[in-house]
């Protein structure tokens, strides 16, 4: 078992920031004193989760001028409202990775690399 939790371990470090949800959660205690008028009893309401869309490709495109990350930080708190209020029929469905769109396929080599990777570990 602890075979696999060093596996896990690895995969988390490599591929997940703490550090990024430390940003995201001090941009939204920020945001709450700045911005208390659009909020309904402390919480985000409607009026974010209907602009998020919007505020997302401002950010990126405030991004690609001037590399600043804290925009990426901005995308993922805008993201977040947008999945925390929904518009419309917006529901959360998870998906295959046939439908996911970083779709790139996993190739034969992909696979025996996977294979070696944990018959490696086990």
């Known amino acids: 078992m602890s075979k696999i939790k060093n596996i896990l371990d690895k995969v988390i470090n490599n591929n ?23 909020r309904g009893n402390g919480n985000i ?33 805008y993201a977040m409202i947008r999945y925390m209020f929904p518009q419309n029929k917006e529901s959360y469905i998870p998906t295959d990775s046939d439908k996911s769109t970083f779709n790139v396929g996993i190739t034969k080599s992909v696979m025996e690399h996977l294979r070696d990777y944990f018959n490696e570990y086990n």
């Open 45 to 77: 309401n409607n009026y974010c989760g209907k602009i998020s869309i919007d505020m997302i490709y401002k950010e990126l495109e405030a991004f690609k001028e001037d590399a600043n990350t804290e925009h990426m930080v901005n995308v993922a708190n």
């Open 16 to 38: 997940f920031s703490e550090s990024f949800v430390t940003h995201m959660k001090n941009a939204m205690m920020m945001s709450f004193f700045k911005h208390q008028d659009k």
